[in-house]
């Protein structure tokens, strides 16, 4: 093993799909690795991990972000969450952001 790899080790709830914690306005919320199915719709939304107000400037950006809500993100419940929910729980684009970037990170 070269000095590299041995430095990039793999999270364990990445090998174990189970994701990864995340926490937004004091709640805590799960994310899991984006699914090999998925891959080429997350490229082909082209979702702004950066600056999120590009992904809620118009009502199909808001669907994208949605759809990854839905399928990759739950709430303490073990509920998944939705762009309505996040606005619910008083989420801002800060957190909307911290949530594309965790999502990218545990999906390499």
């Not at 189970?18 to 080429?40: C, M, Q, S, W």
């Amino acid at each position: 093993m070269d000095t590299k790899e041995a430095k990039t080790q793999t999270d364990l709830s990445t090998m174990l799909m189970t994701g990864a914690e995340f926490n937004a306005k004091g709640k805590a919320y799960r994310i899991k690795p984006i699914a090999l199915k998925h891959v080429d719709a997350f490229v082909q939304d082209n979702i702004s991990i950066d600056v999120q107000l590009f992904n809620l400037t118009s009502k199909k950006a808001r669907e994208k972000v949605n759809f990854w809500l839905q399928n990759y993100a739950t709430d303490d419940s073990g509920e998944f969450m939705s762009l309505q929910k996040a606005m619910d729980d008083n989420w801002d684009v800060v957190d909307l952001k911290e949530f594309f970037k965790k999502l990218c990170g545990l999906s390499g």
